[in-house]
């Protein structure tokens, strides 16, 4: 069969669908228009009925919240030297438990201020947890340096770690015979944190054979006063972690206190 075949073949079935699709035409246009507009009249009804079935069903969804995105458990990251172990780890631990967080330690013994400043410890621990609460326990190692204000940029850089997370730096008990120069340097440089004075109960923690870690009775004293205190400074209207801003007198400049009553005790005279 040639080409010109194969176009006639076509062009007679053109002309048969065109034919078909006219006779169709005819046959809608010749319909009664009455007959069209009931059916269209009885098509749109049905469609109305159905949205109306739909509407009880819309208004329900609305009024009822999407579910909330997946609890997320709180941390509460508590770093420092070996003072963390001890008697606070061990006490604080059930107690931020009770309140729903995860309480993580991170103790380095013999660590000092620079460790912490210049390492990246803190930014692991901020970056890994994203803590709701920081807790400090650092400078033991520190004390015995002089002047202690050389030392003031590091407890700025550790704070400054933190990244505005509420924090609260938990002041070293000072032993008898250490200085007190220097956990007054941390209390006056360590805001925004909150400061928790441990010197306050200093002379009633009870002590290791070391006479400077506090035992398990003197930590156990040491942290349910920290605890106390942590309570009366929480500030739920703002958040569930939240602090209330620290009073002026808790960073504010002060003569060097003298728990043992050293000093006076110096001046004395002998018998």
Known sequence: ?????????????????????????????????RSVARSVSAILGMLGAFFLLLLPTVSGADSNPSPSAPHRTPFVVHFGDSFVQAGLQQNLR????ALGARYITEAKTSSWLATWASGQQVDNL????RPELFLVTLGANDLLFQPAEKRAYLVR???????????????IPIWETAPTEFVEMIRRESAPCRYFDSNQITTRISRQADKRHPDAAGGQFWADTFWAWYQTQRDPQRGPWALKPAPPEEHAPRPDPDPWNRNSAASSPLP
């Open 1 to 33: 069969m040639s080409e010109y075949a194969n176009d006639e073949e076509d062009f007679r079935w053109s002309l048969t669908f065109d034919d078909s699709v006219r006779e169709a035409t005819r046959a809608i246009m010749g319909t009664d228009r």
């Open 94 to 97: 059930p107690r931020f438990q």
């Open 126 to 129: 901020y970056w890994g947890y």
């Open 157 to 171: 850089e550790i704070v400054q770690k933190m990244r505005g997370t509420p924090c609260i730096w938990i002041g």
